[in-house]
């Protein structure tokens, strides 16, 4: 039998996918001594964690709370959840994202591209991906453009923030002080729509109101606060990680700049093969059994979505990338039997998920409009970082016009 992994240790962290394929096998129900935690890595059994009511989000309090001022959507359960969801959720999909926030997408990504666009060489996670989720989510709010600057860098300290394992008192300061002027940049800007409430999400989120319910001003910039995060690194760390998967397997990156229609399928399969969200928390309001074991209440549970992933109880191959998998349908659709977890699954599922997708369709077929030739710079594809939250830290690309 294998030793147990520790996923706090080094070798986790350059390469959690043999630890996970490990844990699966021989511990799916793992009691981790260094986080405290239970580990859940069956695609069956996070699937469940995900699903079942009794397995609570009350844990992520400690976690995440004090970036955001105040308790929101994550943290939250039952009947209030579901009321605050619907008071949100609606502006993230259908018509309102289609014809509102379609051309905030696509203008956002035309004006970072013009920033590199005679460049030779760039930075596509510094130059692009950090930028362009938080640039659209500030515009989405009908906040000032010229604070775009802003926002990324509080967006930064907020992310660190949420990172600190260390728990390095300075990264935890800034946090705090990022989420403290994000509050006192907010307040009279919702004092202002609420009463002149215009077609932006921010008037939205003060006017919404759902069962006689509506979000205080202190819920909102909670809110907003999760938006930055939630919508800001994750989306980042996808668009990295969808051009370095596809250019480190040139034929299926010379398939999709072929047939831009096939970004979508590109984009799930990258979710599945390198989900940028690796492991998320519950805590079982009761004992729970899973994989033979028991899992006290009030526990802590992590579910390695990176392991279920890649589960080979539910996909064929599953430590390869092909974006022409059979359980893959060309317009993006995994059959639901092979839906990846990426985006969580059940009532905590991705509120962001068709917005996210719109801008990784939007940001990489301009990439690809823009730069006939691209290749990695140095010639070879950057690893990954992170143990939370996972994807190359740079991806430097030499940028190229086909003019021979
Ligand atoms: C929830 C991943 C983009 C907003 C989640 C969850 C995951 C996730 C795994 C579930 C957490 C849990 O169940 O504990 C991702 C990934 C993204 C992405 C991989 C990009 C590829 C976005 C975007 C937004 C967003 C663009 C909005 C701007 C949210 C919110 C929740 C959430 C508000 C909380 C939902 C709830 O608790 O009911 N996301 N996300 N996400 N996401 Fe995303």
Redesign the pocket.
Known sequence: LPPPPDILSPEFAADPYPAYGILREHYPLFHDQGTGSYLLSRYEDVQRA?REPVFT?DN?AWQIEPAHGGR???Q?NGRE?AVR?AL?APA?RGRELQETFLPVIERNARELIDTFRDAEETDLVARFATRF?INV?VDMLGLDRADHDRFHGWYTAVVAFIANLAQDPGVAAAGRRAGEEIADYLRPVIRERRAAPGADLLSRLCTAEVDGVRMTDQDIIA?VS??LA???E??D??IALIFRNLLARPEQFAAVRADRSLIPAAFAET?RYT???QM???QPAAEVTVSGGTIPAGATVTCL?GAANRDADHYDRPDEFDIFRPDLSPAGAFTAAAQH?????????????L??RA??ETGVGQLLDAFPEVAFADGTPPADTGVFTRGPGHLRLRLGRGEG
Request: aromatic letters at 10%; charged letters at 10%.
């Open positions: 995900c989000t992520y929101t959507l994550p939250m959840h969801r949100v993230f989720p989510i809110f999760l938006l939630a919508g800001g994750t989306t760390k996808a979710l989900p940028p969200v998320i928390m519950r979505i977890v990426a985006f969580g699954l059940g009532r905590h599922f991705c509120v962001g998920a917005l996210a801008e990784v």
